[in-house]
């Protein structure tokens, strides 16, 4: 009987997952990583095997509304292709581990108590995580749960760079930066001695530029500073959430526009950032294919933001001597990496379109002061590291995904 371990990224619409597997007598292996997207619209389930061929790709049906639905769904897929296996550990994402979980954590009923203490802390991530955990608990009882944390990778940064200037009795609370993002610029400070390796123990800055977006400086493969602060509401303008913001506007909604608690989260969190500049859509891929002016007023704010705080993170850093893309655009559009690239030649930066077009790994020329790249962030790999280290399940994830 081979033994499995679960590796899972609950969202709101969306359940991620891989499968590593170990055959009797052997190593850990990918076996299989796929998502169920449209959970409550269309759900579809799609996986692949290691090498990205199909394994499956299949409308479930309408009832499949949320979390838990997609879990059983993806259970049921689990006992087609792999039954008889058993499983021996599952890692989850979760979003915020605010002061205490400063990384990977067993969950245990406390600690999932403490973790649903830090929803109102992220609304649009938190309670999908938890939920995964509680349906994959009760589905696997006995089973190992480990929440691996998007803010860990950050502990350890200066005071200052922590701290948000509001009075201690406040600050005691909890009030500080935490930054986000972390398992994916964790994974990347982690390949950069292979893939990069003049720059590795340098000064980097990595973009993260997704759905959610953020960028991270990085000294000796450490975080240093980030644009995500408390919530995953600060930094660089994203698909639905604004970015930095003058506190003074979310004043003047409560007390000028009477916006309730509830319509100003939601407005920060889902109808701002590109949907809310464009109108259009929150999806870089739809506004680079469109021609309306607020659909390139959208593009062009995400850019210019990006380049803004990449020359704020160079301020930190002292100077820069690498950049990095990853995530959905910083892996995929060439365009943006030109575009932000562009914006900062005054940092010395060249970019090679030849080798920009066709995705890097290096992107900026031989004579750059500067050198860029693109290497594809892997926030599942990173999970299942962590499981495995915690769980002793020797070399869970080091296999190639
Ligand atoms: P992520 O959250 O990392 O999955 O990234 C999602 C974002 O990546 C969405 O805004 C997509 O439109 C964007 N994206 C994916 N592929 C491309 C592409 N080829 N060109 C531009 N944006 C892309």
Redesign the pocket.
Same mark, same amino acid.
């Given at each position: 009987m081979d033994d499995y371990a679960l590796v899972l990224n609950a969202g709101s619409s969306s359940l991620k997952f891989c499968v590593f597997q170990r055959p009797r007598g052997e190593g850990w292996r990918l076996a299989a990583r796929g998502q169920i997207e449209g959970i409550g619209s269309s759900p579809q389930l799609s996986v692949k095997d290691p090498d990205g061929q199909c394994l499956t790709k299949q409308k479930l049906d309408a009832t499949v509304r949320n979390g838990r639905d997609a879990l059983d769904a993806l259970a049921a897929w689990l006992r087609f292709k792999y039954g008889g296996s058993r499983v021996v550990g599952v890692g989850h994402r979760v979003v915020h581990g605010g002061s205490r979980f400063k990384g990977p954590t067993v969950i245990t009923p406390q600690v999932l108590a403490e973790l649903y203490e830090l929803v109102p802390l992220a609304p649009l991530h938190q309670p999908y995580n938890l939920a995964a955990i509680e349906a994959a608990s009760e589905r696997l009882p006995g089973v190992p749960q480990v929440a691996c944390f998007d803010t860990s990778f950050h502990r350890g940064q200066s005071a200052v760079a922590e701290l948000i200037p509001l009075p201690r009795e406040l600050r005691e609370l909890g009030l500080q930066r935490y930054g986000f993002h972390g398992l994916s610029y964790e994974y990347i400070a982690s390949v950069l001695p292979e893939v990069a390796p003049s720059i590795a123990n340098e000064r980097v800055i990595v973009a993260h $530029? %997704? &759905? !959610?977006a953020s960028l991270c400086a990085l000294k000796d493969r450490k975080s240093v500073d980030s644009t995500l602060g408390f919530t995953a509401l600060d930094g660089l303008c994203m !698909?639905t959430r604004p970015g930095a913001l003058d506190p003074g506007v979310v004043l003047h909604l409560f007390q000028g526009l009477k916006f309730s608690a509830k319509e100003v989260e939601t407005l920060l969190y889902k109808k701002s950032g $590109?949907i809310g500049i464009s109108g259009i859509s =929150?999806?870089?891929?739809?506004l680079?294919g469109r021609r309306e002016p607020e659909a390139r007023l959208a593009v062009d704010y995400f850019v210019y933001c990006a380049a803004k705080e990449i020359g704020a993170l160079a301020a930190v850093l002292g100077g820069v001597d690498g950049i990095v893309f990853t995530? %959905? *655009?910083g892996? =995929? &559009?060439p365009? *943006?990496r030109e575009r932000i690239c562009e914006a900062c030649a005054w940092l010395g930066v060249e970019i090679d379109d030849a080798a920009n077009d066709s995705g890097g790994p290096k992107i900026s020329t031989e004579g750059s002061k500067i050198s860029v790249w693109v290497v594809p962030?892997n926030e599942e790999l990173m999970i299942a590291r962590h499981t495995g280290a915690l769980l002793g399940l020797a070399k869970a994830a080091q296999e190639r995904t």
């Open positions: $530029l %997704g &759905s !959610g !698909g $590109l =929150n999806d870089m891929r739809d680079l995530a %959905g *655009i892996e =995929n &559009s365009e *943006i962030t």
